[in-house]
């Protein structure tokens, strides 16, 4: 049998001051910065259809921020919408890996570098390797378990070692800021938190799109939380457990 109105009242309120004050803080921290992200009551659409209402959002440099809901909630629209405010300044891992499936995993990831160089060199080394990015690449992909696998065509790999390849162009890209569309969905419980470490060791600021709660709450320390085509949730990630995020999957 519910309560009475009058008894749900005072746990609603409190309830209200809690997440009032959540928000008070982040906010408190993020005004000391510029920020490098912002949204201000803003209406986000995917094909003609709003999919998030009344956006209003703010990142500070330092911030580790993960995006939460269920499918089909609009985190990808809120990182789309992300990235065209800073489309050169940022490392870009969506969820649709765009490789080339007849170029070797070298050459995929060399693409994350390609505005580095000029047209010439990245000409040349599209032909040929070339003897630095050679080595700055094989690096880097020794560091995804792909070392063994540089000189593949992509297409001849797994999903799994695919999406590391996308990772690695991500990281080539050698940005401050990484945005990431459920960039580890397709990777073993072992070797997600192994890769997750390894972009936020290299960048200063992230926003991921993650489908596993506890992942986002071990690699970020703010949570947002979509559902409803509105943000319902914005705490630090310190102040919240999994069964807290239960809701914006029902």
């Known amino acids: 049998m519910s309560l009475p109105a009058k008894r749900q009242l005072p746990l609603a309120l409190s309830m209200n001051a809690e997440l009032i004050r959540l928000r008070s803080s982040l906010e408190k921290t ?6 490098v992200f912002s949204l201000n009551n803003t209406q986000l659409a995917y094909e003609g259809r709003v999919v998030l209402k009344n956006v209003t959002l703010s990142i500070a440099p330092g911030e580790r921020v993960a995006l939460v809901g269920k499918s089909g909630v609009g985190k990808s629209t809120l990182l789309a919408a992300l990235r065209e405010q800073y489309p050169k300044g940022v490392a870009w891992c969506p969820q649709q890996h765009g490789l080339v499936p007849m170029l070797s995993v070298f ?6 570098g390609l505005h580095r160089h000029n047209s010439l060199y990245n000409l040349f080394n599209l032909i040929r390797p070339l003897p630095q990015p050679l080595y700055e690449v094989a690096g880097l992909a020794k560091q995804l378990q792909l070392d063994e696998h540089l000189l593949d065509r992509v297409e001849q790999l797994s999903g799994g070692q695919s999406q590391r390849v996308a990772i690695g162009r991500a990281l080539f890209q050698q940005q401050d800021v990484f945005l990431g569309d459920e960039p580890v969905s397709a990777l073993d419980e072992h070797q ?3 890769l997750l470490a390894l972009i936020t060791e290299k960048h200063e600021t992230l926003v991921l799109a993650l489908h596993d709660v506890e992942q986002a709450l071990h690699f970020c320390d703010r949570i947002i939380g979509l559902k409803d085509s509105a943000i319902v949730l914005d705490a630090p990630g310190s102040t919240l ?6 809701e ?3």
């Not at 457990?241 to 239960?246: A, E, R, W, Y």
């Open 192 to 194: 997600a938190r192994q």
């Open 241 to 246: 457990k999994p069964s807290d995020l239960t």
């Open 30 to 35: 993020r005004l000391d910065k510029e920020p």
């Open 248 to 250: 914006l999957y029902s």
């Open 107 to 112: 050459h995929n990831i060399y693409m994350g």
